[in-house]
């Protein structure tokens, strides 16, 4: 599991992005996945666990969400 922290998340637009550790390419995270993990939002900065996959665009994209 790859680790990260939220650039930003809006709940209200149902999508964000986090930034990976060592790496300034933010992933997306659709609000589903972030749904799955048992939240309903995300905070700036913070702390996450993730695994990706290859998102609807075949950017990569979270499929899998833990908070650290």
Do not use: C, H
């Not at 939220?6 to 209200?12: C, H, I, L, M, R």
């Not at 999508?15 to 939240?39: C, H, L, M, Q, W």
């Amino acid at each position: 599991m790859q680790k990260g922290n939220v650039a930003w998340f809006s709940a209200g637009k149902g999508f964000g992005f986090i930034t990976p550790e060592g790496s300034s390419e933010d992933i997306y995270i659709n609000i589903k996945i972030v749904r799955d993990a048992g939240f309903e939002a995300l905070e700036s900065g913070q702390a996450v666990g993730y695994e990706t996959g290859e998102g609807q665009d075949g950017r990569p994209s979270v499929v899998k969400l833990t908070l650290l």
